[in-house]
Each structure stands twice: as C-alpha cells, then as structure tokens.
C-alpha cells in the first residue's frame, strides 16, 4: 500500500461509484473468506486505516460506477457490509497492465494471497501480457524470476494438491519438488508419505530423485531415505560420543600435565637453590686456598685437601646442573592433544607420561 500512495494523495470516494473489478481480483471471493468480521469490526472501530486503490473507469457502466477497484476488495466489502456509503481511496490514471502490476506487488508484499492464487494471478498477467514478461513481472513486485517460475509450476498439481496448498497444509517449497515427479499418482502417492511421516525438504528432495532414477515407488523411496536418515543419525550420535569423551579425556590430560609441569617447576626451584649453596661453598674454598697459596709457609698437605674439597663440591655442582637440564627438558617436552584420529573422524589424545 505504501508503494501505492506515492502516485496520488488519498481522496473519498463514494462506495456506490467503485465497481469491484474481476479481472483484478486475486483472492478468493470476499463471502468465503472467515476473517471478514473481525476486519468489518476493525474498520467500525478504529476506521479505515488504509485507503483504497482504484482506478477511473475508462468506461462507465450502466450502474454508473466511475472507478474500479485495484487494491482492497476485503477491505471494500467489510465497508459495504457496514452501510459506509464513502471510503478513502488513492485514485490512479493506470492501463490493465499498470494495474495488476500494482495489484500484484500490494498483495505479494503484504502476503495476503496463498500460493496458488499468487500462480492464478500469475498465469492470468502472463496470458495476457505475454511470456516476456516474466521478466517485468518479477521486477515489478521484486521477487526473482525463479520465484514467479515456481509459482506457476504448482498449478501443474492435482487439484488435491493445490487445495492443501491454498489452506497451507503444504508448503509450497515441498509442493515444488512434487512437480518434478510428472505422474500425479507418483505425485500424490509422495504428498500421502510426506503427511503420514512429517518428512523434511531434503527428504522430500532425497524421495523425488530415487523415484526419479531408480523408477521406484513412494512408499519404498521414502523408507529408504528414513533408513538413511537414521543411520547418518546414529553415526552423528555417536561422532559426538566420541568427541565428548575424548574431551573429558583431553581436560583429564591437560589437568595432569598441569600437576606434573607443577612439581617439575618445584623441584628445578630446590635445585637452583641447592646450586647457589655450592657456588657459594666453591667461592669460599677458593677464597681460602688463595689465600693459603699466598702465604709463605702454605702447607702444601692443605693445600692439596682444599684442591680434593673443591673438586667434590664442584662435581657436585655439576651433577645439580645435569639435573636441572634433565628436568627442563621434561618441562619443555610439547604435548600434542590432537595427534591422532579414530575411524569416525574424532582426534584421540597422546598418553601424558
């Protein structure tokens, strides 16, 4: 509607003077429709909040009406079934074409027509305006030309079908892939399996192409997919299995790597501290056999046993120093978490030593 009132500003209009045009009515005749009270209750209550879009007659008939009605027949016959003897309208100079472009890109984006009477107006512009214009219908209610295809493809149903459609019973992407099968027994054959198992779009999908390519019936290409779908079910089950428990394995891994890093890290501290008393027992022995040598009566009997001190605490000073390098060896050893998978694609943890 708000696409509509920029051609012209919203006049009143007498409701005798607007004739309710069929060639452009798109939905189902207002009397059959049950949500009309609550719209005539609406209208009563709050007024009418959208105007009307019509058209001037080009010419008059014997009832003298001067206009014809575009957009709004629900809306018109809820105000007639009130006795409003005038209702606004937005009043528009358009051909037959105009016209059901406007009234056709107001319904499709307000939604308030089903599937199948969207391929009914459809086919009813196309008939009479030309295939090519596919193209320019599209454009002028902004849906892809692969939208309006599908939309036309439907009324190649069984009525039973398009009437399941009409009161959404059907999605109209589900009833798409019907249309592929050709033979309405296979077609409503499928749309039986899909009502009594609840199927999906890619069951759907999966059920037309193995009756297409293996020339099977309903029944059998939709047990076969529902086996399908159970197995891959199974396998994913047990995929996320397997990576809850290697995760609980991976956490219990990386907490033990944690405590062993810890007391590793404890013991390369007792060491460093172990290292500074006998570097500082070494300084000290070389102080003092500095200053034996120094003097000059040395006793060379002591000299000799300072020599023999000084290479056991050097030694072990060394032996301090190979451990501290063998542990931060052990501290800087990499853990890998993600070496390895099983058969279902799940990584497996390395063993922390």
Known sequence: M??????????????DDIADSNFLSLRSSPEEDNQILDLALSIQKHGLLEPLIVRVAEHPDPFGHKFELICGHRRLFACKRLSQRSVSCVVLNLSDQEAMEVALAENV???????????????????????????????????????VSHRLMLLGLPKEI?????????????????????????????????????????????????????????????????????KD??????????????L?????????????????????????????????????????????ASQDNADQDLQRLLFEERKIVHDMLDRLIAKKVSYRKLLNEQWQPWPIQNSYGVPQPRPVR
């Open 109 to 147: 984006q307000r939604r308030s027509l089903n599937p199948i009477e969207e391929a009914q107006a459809f086919e009813l512009y196309i008939s009479s305006f030309g295939r090519g214009s596919v193209t320019v219908l599209a454009r002028r209610i902004s849906k892809s030309e692969e939208y």
């Open 162 to 230: 398009q009437e399941r459609i009409s009161r959404r019973l059907l999605k109209s992407a589900y009833a798409t892939e019907l249309v592929w099968l050709k033979n309405p027994i296979s077609q409503t054959e499928l749309l039986g399996e899909i009502e009594k198992n609840h199927l999906s779009f890619r069951q759907i999908r999966r059920a037309v192409r193995l009756m297409q390519d293996d020339g099977i019936r309903a029944p059998e290409a939709v047990s076969q997919v529902l086996d399908t779908c159970r």
């Open 248 to 292: 609980v394995q991976r956490d219990s891994g990386e907490s033990h790597l944690n405590s062993r890093k810890n007391r590793i890290g404890g013991q390369i501290d007792i060491i460093n501290r172990a290292m500074l008393i006998v570097r500082t027992s070494l300084s000290g022995l070389d102080l003092l056999i500095s200053h034996n």
């Open 2 to 15: 708000r696409a509509a009132l920029r051609y012209g500003k919203a006049q009143v209009v007498r409701v």
């Open 233 to 246: 079910a199974e396998v994913c089950a047990h995929r996320r299995l397997e990576r809850k428990r290697f």
